[in-house]
């Protein structure tokens, strides 16, 4: 077994010791890392589709995931409800501790097939924001931000340096992740590729609105619903030249489209976060949110002082 093999094999022991999940990932610099021994922390998501029965489980297991207080007042329904309605969702907890078994993961959300319409929507935003010529790398930074725009913890909790880090760390999975739609937007002429000398693509693109329409086609639908209350909706002239139905959203520039975009991005962004951070804060307790924080807070300041 090579080094990949152990690090994958002591990713999966964590299932182990929790209850059967529907679908499991690892993200962030852990998972590809030049530098594995670097990090102490390994980020998960897991996706069950009945949280209620899954924190129920989870608690006669690992009730020292939760704050002691959720456990007392409420249970699994408390913590849930707290997920639901306060966050976004998502239950938060760092620090979490496992053995070294391994178990198989199964995944039948389909995560696949959303994660690739969540691909291209990341994609066209970043390209409605980018100036009409631009290189591989300032395309993936602008990906790679989307994430962060109005992010509340980007004030004093997250390193000043992380996208770039992000881009340039895991680079090559950037580059395998958005070929597909890199090809298949060259194929329709929305973008032309030159190389340059470090072989890294220089990239210019279309700016034409029949183009931008058809971005703004690939957003979520919640930021197109945001965008559409601040612009309204209109006739736009589709890719082929005919008159849309109406429902489309019309902007005169497309200056004003990305600039509509990022608003609402912002927006977004801005209001998950915060849910989420204050939601994060009850359901781990009181120490463990101030061990996390400060260990954020002392990463950022360092990434600030640095030279």
């Known amino acids: ?132 010529k631009f290189t591989e790398e300032d395309l993936y930074a602008k990906i790679c931000s989307l994430s962060y725009m109005g992010d509340v913890r980007m004030l004093f909790a997250e390193d000043r340096n992380k996208v770039k880090k992000i881009v340039q760390g895991q680079f090559d999975l950037f580059q395998s992740m958005y070929k597909p739609f890199l090809e298949e937007y060259e194929g329709k002429d929305f973008l032309r590729f030159s190389s340059s000398k470090n072989q890294l693509a220089n990239i210019s693109q279309d700016c034409g609105l029949p183009v931008t329409h058809s971005h703004i086609s690939f957003l979520p639908p919640t930021v197109r619903s945001q965008m559409g209350m601040k612009i309204g909706k209109k006739k736009v002239i589709s890719e082929s030249g005919k008159v849309g139905n109406g429902n489309e959203l019309g902007f005169g520039s497309r200056e004003e489209a990305a600039k509509c975009m990022q608003k609402a991005l912002r927006r977004t962004v801005m209001v998950s976060s915060a849910r989420q951070a204050v939601s994060g804060l009850l359901t781990v307790g009181g120490v463990k949110a101030a061990r996390y924080l400060t260990s954020k807070m002392c990463k950022a300041w360092r990434s600030w002082t640095r030279t």
């Open 1 to 132: 077994m090579d080094n990949k093999d152990t690090a994958h094999s002591h990713l999966l022991s964590f299932l182990n010791a929790i209850p059967p999940v529907d679908f499991w990932c690892v993200y962030g610099s852990t998972l590809h890392s030049t530098d594995p021994g670097k990090s102490t922390m390994v980020d998960y998501i897991l996706g069950v589709s009945d949280p209620l029965q899954w924190h129920s489980e989870n608690l006669k297991m690992n009730a020292d995931h939760y704050a002691s207080w959720m456990v007392l007042l409420g249970g699994a329904k408390l913590i849930t409800n707290i997920a639901d309605k306060l966050g976004v969702g998502v239950h938060f907890n760092p620090y979490v501790t496992w053995n070294d078994k391994v178990n198989m993961l199964v995944d039948n959300l389909d995560i696949e097939t959303i994660n690739s319409v969540n691909l291209r929507a990341a994609m066209s935003a970043a390209l409605l924001l980018l100036l009409p």
